[in-house]
């Protein structure tokens, strides 16, 4: 008898001591799928990866495409005298430049420190893949290069939109600082540059005389009107246009120094490609003739030659787009 009391006590231990364990194993089993739960899932994980990595993209929309690249990529090379000049304000460094036409006041990158990348209308696209850039910059001079470019690294057109001159200088500037995460630095900048420009606007349209745009080359004259390569001086400017009539061109409209006499404006503006290009003669020995000393502009010291580094190598960034303006309003102080 006392054996099975015995016996049946240790059965009943036995259950007791399951029943204990299987609710421990439940209970750990639960922490277990709540962790989980609670936790982030792989998907989860890579979707925050994805994300981040979206975040450090941009897509840049311009006249030969739309181009999506990572933000503040290395060893940019850049072809456009303009966006080198608005990289440069901004503090961007660069990898390669084509050093054989640099502008003077960037003279800084025709340093050993810089890759040389070829010509301006003739990149080197063997040393710009060798350096495997995460960006490179094109405007006009290249734009023919552009899917050749395009295979080699993410590339954007940065070209000014010469009908709507400071829209398109503002959307450029915009798009290289949002790439470089410089947007307050530049819309700092192009507010002051507005500024300036919408003062000397309001002075020159005020007037009543007119002034041409010339650009001079070893001899030879173009003129450039409204809405041309020089056309900022009566868009954006507001000097009155001394002839309406001006076929807008990037290589200008031909003419002759008796077009000049005729036309008699009170400001003549000279651009000398010459001075940068190695011509025979300054835009000065040419221009200033017997027929243009009979123009008003002469007679009344208006005759203003420009810096062809701001106006025909460069243009459309941080730096030159303030000195044309500030060329621009000097004349309007003699």
């Known amino acids: 008898m006392m054996r099975k009391i015995t016996m049946f006590m240790a059965g009943c231990l036995l259950i007791v001591v399951m029943a204990a364990c299987g609710a421990e194993d439940a209970e ?10 609670s936790g982030e899932s792989p998907s989860e994980e890579t979707t925050d990866e994805e994300n981040t990595e979206e975040a450090a993209e941009v897509t840049i929309d311009h006249e030969l495409g739309e181009t999506t690249l990572e933000k503040n990529p290395e060893n940019v090379v850049v072809l456009d005298f303009g966006s080198l000049d608005t990289l440069d304000a901004l503090g961007v460094d ?15 990158y025709e340093n050993s420190e810089y890759e040389n990348v070829g010509g301006i209308k003739e990149p080197d696209f063997e040393k710009i893949a060798a350096m495997d850039p995460g960006l490179i910059i094109i405007s006009g001079r290249q734009s023919d290069a552009y899917e050749e470019l395009s295979d080699i690294a993410p590339t954007i057109y940065m070209g000014v939109d010469t009908e709507d001159y400071w829209n398109s200088f503002e959307a450029n500037v915009t ?23 919408d003062a000397l606007q309001e002075e020159a349209s005020s007037m009543d005389e007119e002034a041409l745009v010339v650009l001079a080359n070893d001899g030879e004259l ?22 309406e009539n001006i076929e807008a061109s990037t290589h200008g409209q031909s003419v002759s120094f008796e077009y000049v006499k005729e036309e008699d404006p009170d400001y003549l503006f000279v651009i000398d490609r010459g001075a940068v290009v190695g011509g025979e003669t300054t835009a000065r020995e040419v221009v200033e003739n017997e027929l243009t000393e009979r123009t008003s502009a002469y007679e009344k010291g208006n005759i203003v030659y420009l810096n062809p580094n701001y106006w025909y190598i460069s243009g459309g960034g941080l730096q030159s787009v303030p000195e044309m303006a500030a060329e621009a309003e000097s004349a309007l102080a003699e």
Do not use: C, M
């Open 28 to 37: 750990e089993t639960s922490g277990e799928e709540t962790e989980e739960v």
């Open 94 to 108: 660069v990898g390669g430049v084509p050093q054989a036409n640099v502008p003077e006041y960037l003279e800084q």
């Open 175 to 197: 798009a290289l600082a949002g790439i470089f995460e410089k947007e307050e630095q530049a819309e700092e900048e192009l507010a002051s540059i507005k500024e300036d420009i």
């Open 222 to 243: 173009s003129a450039y009107g409204a809405g041309s390569r020089f056309g900022i001086i009566h868009d954006e400017f507001g000097f009155p246009q001394a002839d």
